[in-house]
């Protein structure tokens, strides 16, 4: 199974310039378009019915989606099945194997830094979980009624889910996080010189005030959290 982040777009052109801003390389310019920083696969798709969230590939979905619909509406569309987690994060589902020539690099070379996976903030974390365990999702680390977990699935691909109330600043569903630890000041101000818009400056976690972490957004709105821990 192949796992990659979907994102929309007002603009093609505009979506590529801006992560060609952030060093990542551009894996396909036709449909599917497809963008990385070595790590992680970002497909921009302009299509006007395009929405957030990730697109899975596998031969077939019949025994999940007969599961998933149980627990939330599920609608059919070409080569397979659409539907929500219930927070907003969209995930496409696919029958047939990706086609994607991809080989992850060691360590990636796109300027946002570490990625740890795609976020979302739950209303309902136990009904969130539920539907995303069907898709093959295990919790790695943390606890539902802790509310977080972190989770993967079995190619690897992470995702957290957070509950309402747990961040002290902007939370946009989904985004996709990246951790830097001492090295995110740098790469703050690289992404600065960029001139791309920082959605926000986070100072709530250092006790000198210093903007240490931030968020930024691409042009279809998929949320970055660019934080050091």
Not at 77 to 91: P, S
Request: aromatic residues 12%; contains cysteine; charged residues 25%.
């Amino acid at each position: 199974m192949t796992v990659i982040v979907h994102t929309p777009t007002p603009k093609l052109e505009e979506s590529l310039d801006f992560y060609k801003k952030l060093n990542f390389t551009v894996l396909s310019d036709q449909a599917p378009i497809l963008v990385t920083d070595g790590k992680v696969v970002i497909e921009i798709n302009p299509e006007r019915y395009a929405r957030p969230g990730i697109k899975m590939f596998r031969a077939s979905w019949k025994e999940e989606v007969e599961k998933l619909k149980q627990l939330t509406a599920v609608h059919d569309i070409e080569n397979g099945f659409l539907l929500t987690d219930l927070n907003g994060c969209w995930i496409y589902l696919v029958e047939k194997e990706s086609t994607i020539k991809f080989q992850a690099e060691e360590k990636p070379y796109g300027m946002t830094g570490n990625f740890y996976g795609v976020n979302v903030e739950a209303s309902d974390m136990q009904k969130s979980f539920d539907i995303w365990a069907v898709l093959g999702f295990e919790i790695q680390m943390g606890e539902l009624d802790k509310g977080f977990v972190a989770m993967s699935d079995e190619s690897g691909f992470p995702l957290a889910l957070m509950q309402p109330r747990s961040c002290p600043h902007l939370f946009f569903t989904p985004s996709m996080t990246f951790f830097n630890g001492k090295t995110n000041l740098e790469i703050i101000d690289n992404i600065r010189n960029t001139s791309i818009p920082i959605t926000e400056e986070i100072t709530h976690f250092n006790k000198e005030g210093i903007v240490d972490n931030i968020i930024i957004r691409d042009p279809g709105g998929y949320g970055f959290f660019i934080f050091s821990d």
